[in-house]
């Protein structure tokens, strides 16, 4: 089918909350490679927004999920499930955490993060709770989660807020003591928040917040939403600050593009849920459970080293390319497979990806004038070289 055909179609019958897409509708993915409907291929340093940490081929994996399919896609939550039972314990034991909900997304892990931090509050007598968030953070889209989202036009058209949340600046540690108090029932944060610019948190800030949260018995939520599944080069990326949160979230790669989304949390954080304090129909189905276990052997030990080495490759070149691109480049931030390009001001970041995908690259934008870049684990020297190259020719072809 044509673009333009296609595009006719998404306006007239999908909901207007995308604005003008990208002008592609892929049909198919190799490697790291996607291809559109028009012929057009292009290197995706993007993943589906962090989703598809293997790429597009690995065979293995696609196995797995069409056996699962020919056996059993879902039975919903009122039975015992296997494959749910097994993802729960893998998790566990690769976390150290101590329970487990499924949902469907990262928002949906959030949200049960939120209810459970609620209840808990609740249940200690505290009758006007508030959450402390950051700005700049990035939580979800539903009523609880936008509520904690540091962007004022994600929540203004929203208000009054589901949920009172009080936000900080990041690595603002005389803020955050005056913000968490005794009416706090949790802090929710990204140790790097991705939407809002890749900007990674110093561990001394983690650490200060894991401090306030236990003089003042609030729930640490860390959203590792994007960060975890070994985005950064560890499982968790909170694992680089020392702390341990008491609830943390999974979603984007735990599926590797079948949606899934997971709450982990302490057992002192979990048994403040009862029989029916929450639910999914969906949840942690048969096929989402699958992938996840099979996302789940696949990062091992030599995986995570992997990540970090060409991250640091990544890096590097971006350094480089920097370099050359003083007026330009502000600066390259980042860890792993998660790094971040904020152009200088006169430059627009959205224009500068509009140019890169028209040269056959897919890559991201996040706040503060942002290239952000989330390619698959795969990703090689030759086709980081390539990218670099693309940036080179769109920032004026210095280097
Ligand atoms: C993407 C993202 C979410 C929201 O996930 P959805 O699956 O879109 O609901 C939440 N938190 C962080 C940090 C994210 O990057």
């Known amino acids: 089918m044509i673009i333009d055909f296609i595009k006719d179609l998404d306006h007239q019958y999908y909901m207007g909350v995308f604005g003008e897409r990208y002008p592609a509708a892929f049909e198919r993915g190799v490697g790291m490679r996607l291809y559109d409907t028009m012929g057009n291929s292009y290197l995706d340093f993007l993943s589906g927004i962090g989703v598809n940490a293997l790429g597009y081929s690995d065979e293995m994996f696609k196995n797995e999920i069409k056996e699962q399919v020919d056996r059993l896609i879902h039975t919903s939550n009122l039975f015992y499930n296997e494959q749910q039972a097994q993802l729960a314990q ?109 900007f990674p948190l110093s561990a001394m800030f983690v650490k200060a917040i894991r401090r306030l949260c236990d003089e003042h018995d609030a729930l640490l939520i860390i959203d590792e939403v994007q960060t975890g599944m070994g985005r950064t080069g560890r499982f968790l990326a909170q694992e680089f600050t020392g702390v341990k949160a008491d609830v943390t979230t999974l979603a984007k790669a735990l599926g590797n593009g079948i949606p899934i989304g997971a709450c982990l949390a302490t057992l002192a954080a979990a048994d403040t849920f009862s029989v029916g304090d929450h639910g999914s129909t969906f949840g942690g189905n048969h096929l989402a459970c699958v992938a996840g276990r099979y996302m789940l052997r696949v990062l091992d030990e030599k995986k995570l080293e992997d990540i970090t080495e060409i991250g640091e490759t990544f890096k590097y070149e971006l ?50 004038n942002t290239l952000r870049f989330l390619p698959p684990y795969i990703v090689t020297e030759t086709e980081i070289q390539q990218l670099i190259s693309a940036l080179d020719y769109a920032l004026g072809g210095k280097a």
Do not use: W
């Not at 539903?142 to 589901?162: D, H, Q, V, Y």
């Not at 500068?352 to 690259?361: E, H, I, T």
């Open 90 to 198: 893998d998790l566990c034991v690769k976390t150290n955490y101590d329970k487990v909900f499924f949902g469907n997304s990262g928002a949906e892990a959030n949200e049960c993060a939120l209810k459970l931090a609620l209840k808990r509050a609740k249940d200690n007598g505290i009758t006007n709770p508030n959450f402390v968030a950051l700005e700049h953070g990035f939580h979800g889209r539903t009523l609880a989660t936008l509520a904690g989202t540091g962007k004022l036009s994600i929540r203004e058209p929203f208000e009054p807020p589901a949920l009172q949340f009080r936000f900080l600046e990041h690595d603002d540690v005389k803020g955050a003591e005056a913000a968490i108090d005794e009416n706090t029932c949790g802090v929710m944060l990204e140790v790097i928040q991705g939407e809002g610019g890749v």
């Open 319 to 368: 350094f480089k390319l920097a370099g050359s691109h003083h007026d330009e480049v502000a600066e390259v931030r980042g860890l792993g497979l998660m790094l971040g390009m904020q152009l200088r001001e006169h430059l627009d970041v959205k224009k500068v990806a509009a140019q890169l995908f028209d040269l056959g690259y897919i890559v991201g934008t996040a706040g503060c």
